[in-house]
């Protein structure tokens, strides 16, 4: 993953991939300064406005941002993450986007895309959506992630990926992030091996999980405690026994030293 990294010739502008790749290989770079290269919308008044605005049309069109609506992504060009793109109806279907429609947006997209940015302003495809208000190097939507219901409603099949680092390899199952980590109830999206042993925030979908998931967690969860206490107290008891055998060796050889000293 290459997040966007400043030309150190003009800060106004960012370098592309290959160079960014070039630039972090011969000088090494931290993930903490490259996510600080990453625009601010906290400190920049006017990356703030457009942020708080595409936060609002976000919500606005929160119906199209469904699990079974995923009929595409996009990769990013600056941090290579993954973004949904989105269809309230199955492509080729009555009412929705033609395949030809698709097929020129994927053409477009082939071009360069950036996290964040409105398909409707760039692309002439109509019934498509993209989230606005997704940054650079921000976890992977949970929507990208296969749902239950497979591929109902035209929903594209995805390969899993960690939500953090986007690596295929090691990916970790929701069930064993939760023996490692409390996620208060909710679903963690898959994370690979090395974000879960950096202690990497896992990211989690906005739902919970049932009460019978929880409950079978909270079970889990008891047995480990309960069989790390067993383990505990049966060392606790064995070095207290230990103590007590040399206490008793200790006895019985001055008793020893003793008797000999009377015999001689």
């Known amino acids: 993953m290459v997040l966007p990294v400043l030309d150190p010739d003009n800060s106004n502008h960012y370098l592309s991939t290959e160079a960014a790749r070039k630039l972090i290989k011969s000088k090494p770079i931290t993930f903490a300064e490259l996510k600080g290269m990453i625009p601010n919308s906290k400190l920049d008044s006017a990356e ?7 936060k609002a049309n976000d919500k606005a069109a929160g119906k199209h941002f469904h699990y079974s609506k995923v009929k595409d992504v996009a990769s990013c060009d600056y941090c290579g993450a993954f973004r949904c793109i989105f269809s309230n109806k199955a492509v080729g279907q009555p009412g929705g986007p033609s395949q030809t429609s698709l097929d020129r947006l994927r053409s477009s997209l082939e071009e360069g895309h950036v996290c964040g940015r409105d398909l409707k302003k760039r692309f002439r495809e109509k ?3 993209i989230k606005t208000s997704i940054c650079c190097g921000e976890p992977i939507e949970a929507q990208y992630y296969n749902p239950p219901t497979g591929q109902k409603g035209g929903r594209i099949t995805t390969s899993d990926i960690c939500a953090v680092c986007w690596s295929d390899e090691d990916i970790v199952s929701p069930t064993e992030i939760r023996t490692r980590r409390d996620v208060g109830g909710k679903v963690p999206l898959p994370t690979c091996q090395l974000c879960l042993d950096l202690n990497v925030e896992i990211p989690c979908s906005g739902g919970r999980q049932s009460n019978q998931q929880q409950k079978n967690c909270q079970n889990k969860k008891r047995q480990k405690e309960q069989h790390e206490n067993a383990v505990a107290n049966k060392k606790e008891k064995e070095e207290n026994k230990e103590k007590q055998n040399l206490k008793i060796r200790e006895k019985a050889k001055k008793k020893l030293n003793a008797c000999m000293c ?3």
């Open 127 to 129: 019934g498509f959506y």
């Open 48 to 54: 703030k406005k457009a942020m708080k605005m595409a």
């Open 262 to 264: 009377v015999y001689k």
